[in-house]
């Protein structure tokens, strides 16, 4: 039976925290709007909780910027877990999220809280920050069991080879990175320096 809670804490954060992949789903305020639902991974500490109500997950280099573009019209952000082993668990946290840029004078704090892989990485886009509403978990009954394998080096391997001013460059080329899929402003071109 699915239950909610008033925190992100004990054996919630430690299952979250053990989930090698989580979806992030968005959506403008008009009706005939896109909405998005994107999954998100990479490695060990790309997301963490900062305390029982706040989340935050690094927004890296990719195609398009939907979620920030979202973000920044009405903050409406829905993030959810599921086990592809183990107990069968759906955990969703419905909230508000915002992106933080490189150049806001709350990144240097925030990128504290993010492995040291991931501090210095040329192609990190923002920080999502995420205030919790509502905490829930479900069955996950329906969920497959799925082994994890191992991350893909692919994107790490890609953008590793960027400096700011050609992953900036990079980003500037993509058609949907400085407005989303129906034309809201989504990630400042050219890219916000880093404040440190």
Same mark, same amino acid.
């Given at each position: 039976?699915a239950?909610v809670y008033?925190?992100?804490?004990?054996r919630?954060?430690?299952?979250?925290?053990?989930?090698?992949?989580f979806?992030?789903?968005?959506?403008p !305020?008009? +009706?005939?709007?896109?909405?998005n #639902?994107?999954?998100? +991974?990479?490695? *060990?500490g790309?997301f963490?909780?900062i *305390?029982g109500?706040?989340?935050a997950?690094?927004d890296?280099g @990719?195609?398009?910027?939907?979620?920030? =573009?979202h #973000?920044?019209?009405?903050?409406r952000?829905t #993030?959810?877990?599921c086990?592809? *082993?183990?107990?069968?668990?759906?955990v969703?946290?419905?909230?508000?999220?915002?992106?933080?840029f490189?150049?806001?004078?709350?990144?240097?704090?925030?990128?504290?809280?993010f492995?040291?892989?991931?501090r210095?990485?040329?192609d990190?886009?923002a920080?999502? #920050?995420?205030t919790a509403?509502r905490?829930?978990?479900?069955?996950?009954? =329906?969920?497959?069991?799925?082994e994890?394998?191992?991350d893909r080096?692919l994107h790490?391997?890609?953008?590793g080879?960027?400096?700011?001013e050609?992953?900036?460059?990079y980003?500037?080329?993509?058609?949907?990175v400085?407005?989303? !899929?129906d @034309?809201?402003? =989504? !990630?400042?071109?050219p890219?916000?320096?880093?404040t440190?």
């Amino acid at each position: 039976m699915a239950k909610v809670y008033e925190r992100v804490d004990g054996r919630l954060r430690s299952f979250i925290e053990e989930q090698k992949v989580f979806f992030t789903a968005t959506a403008p !305020l008009s +009706g005939d709007g896109r909405v998005n #639902l994107s999954p998100k +991974g990479l490695a *060990d500490g790309s997301f963490v909780v900062i *305390d029982g109500l706040t989340m935050a997950y690094l927004d890296l280099g @990719g195609s398009g910027a939907e979620t920030i =573009a979202h #973000l920044r019209e009405n903050g409406r952000i829905t #993030l959810m877990w599921c086990a592809f *082993d183990g107990p069968p668990t759906i955990v969703r946290v419905h909230g508000r999220g915002e992106p933080v840029f490189r150049d806001n004078p709350r990144w240097d704090g925030l990128i504290t809280h993010f492995g040291d892989d991931f501090r210095k990485r040329t192609d990190c886009r923002a920080i999502i #920050l995420v205030t919790a509403e509502r905490i829930s978990d479900s069955c996950g009954y =329906a969920v497959p069991f799925m082994e994890y394998v191992e991350d893909r080096p692919l994107h790490a391997q890609r953008f590793g080879r960027e400096t700011d001013e050609s992953f900036n460059e990079y980003c500037e080329k993509k058609p949907y990175v400085a407005t989303s !899929l129906d @034309g809201l402003p =989504a !990630l400042p071109l050219p890219l916000p320096r880093r404040t440190s």
